[in-house]
């Protein structure tokens, strides 16, 4: 028997199927003439017959499966567990409940709570004063277009680190929940081994990515950053508007003193969410390969950030009045940018 016919063969009866072997054994067909009419086996149509004529039905029952290990006690508790412990483990669960069953088991009765097991959503710690300013700034520039924002170069400091585990931890939500306070997770600021990098975009180019070693004092961000490489880039962009944040080094006097020649857009207080740099370093991060060492974790930096598409840049700066938007909504508060 050919491997499609074999299947239909064997596949459960549809209504239609059915149906139709009621109205043919009724007329007084024989089980095999029905059987090759429908292309299904004599037991088949024996079974459908009988149930017919025992029941008076001939839909399909529904089948009862295994028997579920846990009570509906027990399964109230997994869930309880879960609320409690956003990150608590299934094993975990599995050993306080108490009875042998599988964690796949336990994440099925957790997600038929509507409850699944996702990464938390990282935040800095915002005091109500930041979140009035960002609101404020927000609220400043809500008539901005797309085209306003094209006109924004964008800069930042990021450090890719070795050894982190903060993308292990994943928290219980339910679907919509991952911007609640207790889903979240505070951005780590201790020191760990790793190359800090600095970097800017604009809508249609980016600098080349510059590696920075060691502390960066005001005059040697003016030395090392902004006069090699700031100056002439905004030089070369009539028109652009220079964007930085409140870091140590870019409100020193001698970077202030350097900037005043150019246009700038003031930046808010603990505000990355808004920056579409902060993006560029998650996509960076997400593509990030397996490294074992410093060296090799500054090498992988600087070619993922060669080989971003161009077009990811503009997608984010474009996005920006989503953005602005999405942050007015939440009284300056994070938002899912």
């Known amino acids: 028997m050919p491997g499609k016919r ?36 004599e037991c088949a149509v024996r079974n459908c017959w009988e149930q017919w004529t025992r029941e008076g039905t001939h839909a399909r029952k529904t089948g009862s499966g295994a ?65 009035q300013l960002s609101l404020q700034w927000c609220q400043a520039r809500a008539m901005w277009n797309v085209t306003d924002w094209q006109k924004v170069v964008f800069s930042d400091e990021y450090r890719f680190v070795l050894g982190t585990n903060d993308n292990r931890v994943r928290v219980w939500r339910r679907p919509g929940e991952r911007y609640n306070s ?26 080349t990515l510059i590696v920075m070693r060691g502390n960066l004092m005001g005059q040697r961000y ?40 150019f246009q700038t857009l003031p930046w808010p207080a603990l505000c990355p969410d808004l920056s579409p740099v902060e993006h560029v370093w998650d996509q960076l991060k997400r593509q990030m390969p397996s490294c074992h060492s410093v060296h090799d974790l500054e090498l992988a930096d600087q070619d993922l950030w060669a080989h971003l598409p161009q077009d990811n840049i503009r997608c984010l700066i474009n996005s920006m009045p989503d953005h602005v938007a999405a942050c007015i909504a939440a009284g300056g508060g994070p938002t899912r940018y």
């Open 6 to 41: 074999a299947r239909t063969h064997f596949s459960q009866l549809s209504e239609f199927e059915r149906g139709l072997i009621i109205e043919m054994k009724t007329a007084g067909w024989s089980k095999r003439r029905a059987a090759g009419q429908v292309d299904r086996s």
């Open 67 to 131: 028997t579920r290990k846990t009570t509906r006690r027990k399964d109230r508790r997994i869930v309880r567990q879960a609320l409690l412990d956003l990150t608590v483990t299934r094993s975990t669960i599995r050993a306080d409940v108490g009875v042998g069953i599988v964690p796949q088991t336990i994440f099925r009765h957790l997600a038929e709570a509507n409850l699944k097991y996702k990464r938390p959503f990282r935040t800095l710690p915002l005091t109500p004063e930041h979140r």
């Open 182 to 207: 207790p889903h979240t997770l505070l951005r780590h600021t201790a020191r760990t081994a790793g190359v800090m990098v600095w970097g800017v975009i604009a809508y249609d180019s980016r600098s």
């Open 222 to 261: 003016v030395d090392d950053i902004l006069r090699p490489h700031v100056g002439p880039f905004l030089n070369g962009l009539p028109g652009a508007i220079f964007q930085q944040d409140n870091a140590r080094p870019h409100t020193a006097k001698v970077a202030q003193d350097f900037i005043r020649h």
